[in-house]
């Protein structure tokens, strides 16, 4: 099994910015995919941003030029930096990650729990 860890939501202003992290631990053999989504009141989860292991990132619409995902391979940890955080970014971030277990025949999906981002002034 695999747990993921969110942290550094928070209440921010407009236009300020946050660094969210995410830890995996447990039965780690590789990471084939990592990624940030967003659900806010109401609506469904979507993505705000992804990494594969071949370095691709896609983001989505609301996240580009303004948030950027990276990952620590050392610490089995990716890292989401939101910069001029609008009302609108304003949900829970759940982090995500398509993991193989040492032992697993394919990769497995798991979610964190989630951490709230709250933009107001």
């Known amino acids: 099994q695999v747990q993921l860890v969110e942290s550094g939501g928070g209440l921010v202003q407009p236009g300020e910015s946050l660094r969210m992290s995410c830890q995996a631990s447990?039965?780690?053999?590789?990471?084939?995919?990592m990624g940030w989504y967003r659900q806010a009141p109401g609506n469904q989860r979507d993505l705000v941003a992804r990494?594969?292991?071949?370095?691709?990132?896609t983001y989505g619409s609301s996240a580009k030029g303004r948030f950027t995902i990276a990952r620590d391979n050392a610490k089995n940890s990716w890292y989401l930096q939101m910069n001029g955080l609008k009302p609108e970014d304003t949900g829970v971030y759940y982090c995500?990650?398509?993991?193989?277990?040492?032992?697993?025949?394919?990769?497995?999906?798991?979610w964190g729990k989630g951490t709230a981002v709250n933009v107001s002034t």
């Open positions: 990494l594969i292991a071949t370095g691709t990132t």
């Open positions: 995500y990650g398509a993991i193989d277990g040492k032992g697993d025949r394919s990769f497995r999906e798991y």
């Open positions: 447990g039965n780690i053999f590789d990471i084939n995919a």
